[in-house]
C-alpha cells in the first residue's frame, strides 16, 4: 500500500526567506503527487500536482514542487514565504485504482508552517 | 455558487442525536468523496461514490451512512456516535473516479459530547 511521510511537523520561518517543506512516499508504481494548503477553518486548497513530464512543477501563490524518483521525494519549495502562506501544508499520492473506480489518495501527517514577521 | 459547499460549518451534537451533513458540488464532476480529518492524523478516506454508486467503504463504522442521491449532492447521515468521532469531515469531488485532482470543500467542524 501507498504511504507519505512529511518529516516536520512544524517549521517556523522569517517572511522573505525560502521555503522547502519534505515529502516522501512510498508507492510501487509511478506515483501521482499532490500538494495541497489548509488555512485555518477552511478546506484543502491545491497547490499543484505531478502525473508525469518535467519533474519540476509550478504550482500557484509561487510554489513549486520536484519530482524526484531515485529519492522517492516530491518537495515543495518557495523562494520568498509571505505572511499569508502561514497554514498546514499536506503531501499527497494517488494510489491504485479501486475496482469498480475512485480514486484513493492518502495523504501525509502535514506539516504547520508558521511565518514570523 | 461555485466549488464544493459544505452545510452546517460547525455542529454539536450528543450521542444520541441523529444528524446529517451535507455536500454540494458545482464543478459538473461524478466522484464524490468523504474524508475524516482528526487532530494529528492523515486524512481518512471514508467512503467514494462514483456516478452515484458507492465504490468504497474505507471500513467505516456503521454509525456513519452515506448517501448520494444525484451527482452533485453527497449526503453523510449520523446517529449514535461517539466522541473519538468528533473531527473535521471534508468532502470532495473530482471530474472522474480515475486519477483526477479533488477538489476540497471547506468541511464541517463535529463535536460529540
Known amino acids: 500500500a501507498q504511504s507519505v511521510t512529511q518529516p516536520d511537523i512544524h517549521i517556523t520561518v522569517s517572511e522573505g526567506a525560502s521555503l522547502e517543506l519534505r515529502c516522501n512516499y512510498s508507492y510501487g508504481a509511478t506515483p501521482y503527487l499532490f500538494w495541497y494548503v489548509q488555512s485555518p477553518g477552511q478546506g484543502l486548497q491545491l497547490l499543484l500536482k505531478y502525473f508525469s513530464g518535467d519533474t519540476l512543477v509550478q504550482g500557484i501563490k509561487g510554489f513549486e514542487a520536484e519530482f524526484k524518483r531515485s529519492q522517492s521525494s516530491f518537495n515543495l519549495r518557495k523562494p520568498s514565504v509571505h505572511w499569508s502562506d502561514a497554514a498546514e501544508y499536506f503531501c499527497a499520492v494517488v494510489g491504485s485504482i479501486l475496482t469498480g473506480g475512485g480514486n484513493k489518495l492518502t495523504f501525509g501527517t502535514g506539516t504547520q508552517l508558521k511565518v514570523e514577521l | 455558487e461555485t466549488g464544493v459547499t459544505q452545510t452546517p460549518r460547525h455542529l454539536v451534537m450528543g450521542m444520541t442525536n441523529k444528524k446529517s451533513l451535507k455536500c454540494e458540488q458545482h464543478l459538473g464532476h461524478n466522484a464524490m468523496y468523504w474524508y475524516k480529518q482528526s487532530a494529528k492524523k492523515p486524512l481518512e478516506l471514508m467512503f467514494v461514490y462514483s456516478l452515484e454508486e458507492r465504490v468504497e467503504n474505507n471500513s467505516v463504522p456503521s454509525r456513519f451512512s452515506p448517501e448520494c442521491p444525484n451527482s452533485s449532492h453527497l449526503f453523510l447521515h449520523l446517529h449514535t456516535l461517539q466522541p473519538e468521532d468528533s473531527a473535521l469531515y471534508l468532502c470532495?469531488?473530482?471530474?472522474?473516479?480515475?486519477?483526477?485532482?479533488?477538489?476540497f470543500g471547506p468541511g464541517t467542524r463535529l463535536l460529540v459530547l
Open positions: 470532495a469531488s473530482s471530474q472522474g473516479p480515475g486519477w483526477e485532482t479533488q477538489y
